[in-house]
């Protein structure tokens, strides 16, 4: 159970919109793998719109990460390693995320992350106003989804998964690079068209 829904005592992990996004994000995101040579597009690009604020702050690069059950973070930090070339890297990581890594929705976490360069007052603006909410829209689908923004601390297994992630695409990220998590709240988001 995530924090926030421990808070709420309760636990999201079977709510309907829950899992339809998940689904959803692992197809698009295979996708991009195999169709579009990793590069993102908008249904993993969201806008973000800070609690407070009407108008989008920009769009960010989502990562959805394996539940920690299912972390694969050694192997994605293996990969990275192997080799000094970045394009090898690229090409090695490609292939390892767009086999069977996005095939089972439910080894997902919920909560998104994102990377901002050390100091981004952007980070800041989304961590000070505490919620936010990411808009997908492509393909036909929308998802509103009101998160809480966390700064992850770097011993967080997801902020280790979101930098081993990020590293194989663009292997000068420097260490201090911040990372937010986003976790929604599933009761106050949603889906156009309407998930059942």
């Known amino acids: 159970m995530s924090s926030l829904a421990a808070s ?8 309907p919109l829950r899992l339809a996004f998940l689904k959803w994000q692992c197809h698009v995101r295979q996708f991009a793998m195999r169709d579009r040579d ?7 690009m969201p ?3 800070p609690a407070g604020m009407s108008e989008p702050l920009g769009a960010i690069i989502t990562v959805l990460n394996k539940a920690p059950g299912y972390s694969v973070t050694p192997e994605l930090q293996h990969i990275a390693a192997k080799t000094n070339d970045p394009a090898q890297i ?12 996005y095939q089972k929705a439910r080894e997902f976490s919920d909560i998104l992350t994102a990377t901002f360069p050390p100091g ?5 603006t989304l961590h ?3 919620r936010a909410m990411l808009v997908f829209d492509h393909y036909g689908q929308r998802f509103e989804l009101d998160c809480k923004v966390w700064r992850l601390a770097p011993h967080n297994l997801l902020h280790q ?4 992630h990020n590293i194989l695409f663009n292997p000068a990220l420097p260490p201090t690079t911040e990372v937010l998590g986003f976790e929604p709240d ?10 059942r």
């Not at 990793?38 to 993993?44: F, L, S, T, V």
């Not at 998964?161 to 081993?164: F, G, L, Q, V, W």
């Open 90 to 101: 690229r090409d090695q990581a490609i292939r390892f995320l767009s086999a069977t890594y």
């Open 161 to 164: 998964a979101t930098m081993a």
């Open 128 to 130: 000070d106003a505490g």
């Open 8 to 15: 709420l005592g309760q636990s999201y992990s079977d709510h």
């Open 47 to 49: 806008d973000v719109i």
């Open 120 to 124: 981004s007052a952007g980070a800041k």
């Open 186 to 195: 599933w009761n106050a988001s949603h889906a156009d068209p309407a998930v």
């Open 38 to 44: 990793g590069r993102p597009d908008e249904a993993i």
